[in-house]
C-alpha cells in the first residue's frame, strides 16, 4: 500500500468513528474559520462549485446558507455515464424539487436545471479524503475531481485572471505534512481546517481580488 492509499484508509476509518455532535461541531467551526476570513468579500454573483457530503464528511450546509445570503450563484455536480462531472446551477439549494438521488445514494441537482459552464467558475469547493501542507490532495479514488479540475485549469474568461480557486475544507485530521501524487492528481490553493489555514498563492491573490 502507497503513502496516499494509506492516507486514505487512515481518514476513511477515523471519520467512520466521528459521532453526529462530533460532525456537527467540527464542519461549524471550519466553515465559520472560512466565512469569517472571506466577511469582507464580494460574494454577489459569484459562480461557485459546491458538493453534497457523504457520511463522514464535513457538511456544507451552513455554507450554503452564508453564500446564497451574499448573492452567490451556487452549483453542483452529478455524474454522467461517461464517468465525468457535470455541474447544474442550483437556485435553492434548500428546494427538496431541485434534487434527486444520484447513481451512488448522494443527492444530485435535478437534469432539468441550467448547466453551468465549468470555466465560469471564480471558486471550486473540492471534496476530499486526504490533503498535504502543499496543496495535495488525495481523493477516493474514482478520479471524478481530477478530470473536472484539469478541464478548467488556469484561463482568463471568469474575472479572476488565474482560474477558479480551488478550496478544501476539512478536518485537522485529513491533513498531512505531504502527501505522494500522480501526474493526473489536482491540488487545491486553499485548505482550512479546525486549526490550520494553509493559503498558497492563488489563495492569496483571490483574497485581494475579492477583498478590495
Known amino acids: 500500500m502507497g503513502a ?26 471550519v466553515i465559520s474559520r472560512w466565512c469569517d476570513r472571506c466577511g469582507a468579500a464580494n460574494f454577489k454573483g459569484m459562480n461557485i462549485a459546491l458538493y453534497r457530503a457523504l457520511p463522514g464528511e464535513l457538511n456544507l450546509h451552513s455554507l450554503e ?16 455515464e461517461s464517468g465525468d462531472l457535470e455541474f447544474l446551477e442550483v437556485p435553492d439549494p434548500h428546494s427538496l424539487d431541485h434534487w434527486k438521488t444520484g447513481p451512488y445514494g448522494i443527492s444530485e441537482p435535478h437534469p432539468e436545471l441550467k448547466k453551468t459552464d465549468p470555466k465560469s467558475f471564480q471558486c471550486v ?10 496543496g495535495e490532495r488525495v481523493g477516493r479514488g474514482k478520479g471524478y475531481y481530477d478530470r473536472f479540475l484539469a478541464h478548467i485549469a488556469p484561463n482568463t474568461d471568469n474575472g479572476t485572471g488565474f482560474g ?16 505522494e501524487q500522480k501526474d493526473w492528481d ?5 485548505i482550512m481546517t479546525e486549526q490550520q489555514d494553509i493559503r498558497l498563492p492563488a489563495a492569496e491573490r483571490w483574497l485581494e481580488k475579492v477583498t478590495k
Open 164 to 179: 477558479a480557486l480551488r478550496i478544501a475544507l476539512a478536518f485537522d485530521f485529513q491533513l498531512f505534512p505531504q502527501l
Open 4 to 29: 496516499a492509499d494509506s492516507a486514505r484508509t487512515s481518514v476513511l476509518q477515523k471519520a467512520k468513528s466521528l459521532t453526529r455532535d462530533e460532525l456537527t461541531a467540527g464542519s461549524a467551526a
Open 65 to 80: 446558507k452564508f453564500l446564497v445570503e451574499h448573492g452567490a450563484k451556487l452549483s453542483y455536480p452529478r455524474v454522467l
Open 125 to 134: 469547493v473540492v471534496p476530499g479524503v486526504a490533503f498535504g501542507r502543499n
Open 186 to 190: 489536482q491540488p487545491v490553493h486553499w
